[in-house]
């Protein structure tokens, strides 16, 4: 059996349906299972073991004619099964033109017509989004809760073994949105009171960079180290198992971290857990403002900047809160 798992939304969601790899390999230890996701989302996955081969779709250069090209090695597989976690069109035109028996994905794309197969995508049921993917296979597995899974090399893990010399936590301080990410300031704050304590190692990709440089260089917590860019996510992954805390907005480090099942401490700013992407470690809280805001959440997604332009639903977050996630 050949079968083709499709994502090719934002680093999230690429982790969130490793899930439906995970299941459809127990149920199929014998099958073909391919993934396609956008490209620079690929070192998500390198290596997997259950995974034949990944399929990588840039959108960013010559989007059209890759896509069409996407196509056409997805038609020429020959796929039993395509089963389509992303919610919108270009997805959707992958799936109709594959030529596979079994088309299967959410209600909600553009191109759902052609599925064989469509399940409602409900936001604030209670589900989250990991049990929402899995019920587009529940009907030939099960529709049991299966936690997102990464898989860290002998080589990631001996690349990142420097850091962990004495006990320390990891902070991923951005996010693409600015209504997702707990404020620069915050950040310091946070820092300053657990000055001394721990070993700091600030996360996120080559352009947080300066936010890093910045944080550190207001702070005037000094076991700070700045490692936004070095890392990869796999690698990323390795150093926040081990941490004793890993601190993160509603963005893609928390999904790293459940993936791990490393601890995690999440900041929800305009958005809310009850959407269905809260974090999954066995350890893990949530971090939220107190007060009963009416404007809040302000869209499933975040924005670039605050609609009410107050953005109290950051900078009324107690630091406090974030601190006594370290007993």
């Not at 010559?62 to 069109?89: C, M, P, T, W």
């Not at 109709?96 to 409900?122: D, M, Q, W």
């Not at 049990?131 to 597995?141: G, K, P, Q, V, Y």
Request: one cysteine or more.
């Amino acid at each position: 059996m050949k079968i083709l798992v499709i994502q090719t939304a934002f680093i999230g969601d690429v982790i969130l349906a490793t899930p439906v790899i995970e299941k459809l390999h127990q149920y199929f230890p014998d099958a073909q299972i391919d993934f396609l996701l956008r490209k620079g989302n690929e070192g998500l996955l390198e290596g997997h073991p259950y995974l034949n081969k990944v399929l990588i779709w840039d959108k960013k250069t010559s989007k059209l004619s890759n896509l069409n090209q996407i196509i056409a090695d997805v038609k020429r597989e020959k796929y039993d099964k395509v089963i389509n976690l992303h919610r919108f069109g270009s997805s959707g035109l992958v799936t109709l033109f594959s030529g596979a028996a079994e088309k299967i994905g959410f209600h909600k794309n553009p191109f759902a017509f052609c599925y064989t197969k469509k399940v409602r995508h409900v936001i604030g049921n209670g589900k989250h989004e990991v049990e929402r993917n899995i019920e587009l296979i529940a009907d030939f597995t099960d529709n049991k809760k299966t936690m997102p899974r990464l898989y860290p090399s002998a080589k990631d893990i001996e690349q990142v073994k420097q850091y962990k010399a004495k006990p320390y936590i990891c902070v991923a301080p951005s996010s693409v949105w600015f209504t997702k990410q707990l404020p620069k300031h915050k950040w310091i704050e946070f820092l300053d009171a657990i000055n001394g304590r721990y070993k700091v190692y600030l996360l996120g990709a080559a352009g947080d960079k300066e936010l890093c440089n910045q944080i550190i260089a207001s702070s005037r917590n000094k076991e700070i180290e700045n490692l936004a860019g070095k890392l990869s996510f796999l690698q990323s992954a390795s150093l926040m198992q081990d941490a004793v805390m890993n601190y993160v907005n509603d963005s893609a480090p928390m999904h790293i971290a459940s993936a791990v099942n490393a601890p995690v401490t999440a900041v929800f700013c305009s958005t809310v857990p009850a959407f269905g992407f809260g974090p999954l470690s066995d350890k893990s809280y949530v971090i939220e403002t107190e007060e009963d805001l009416d404007c809040r959440p302000c869209g499933l997604h975040g924005y670039k900047t605050c609609p009410k332009g107050h953005f109290k639903c950051a900078e009324t977050i107690k630091i406090e809160k974030l601190s006594a996630t370290l007993v």
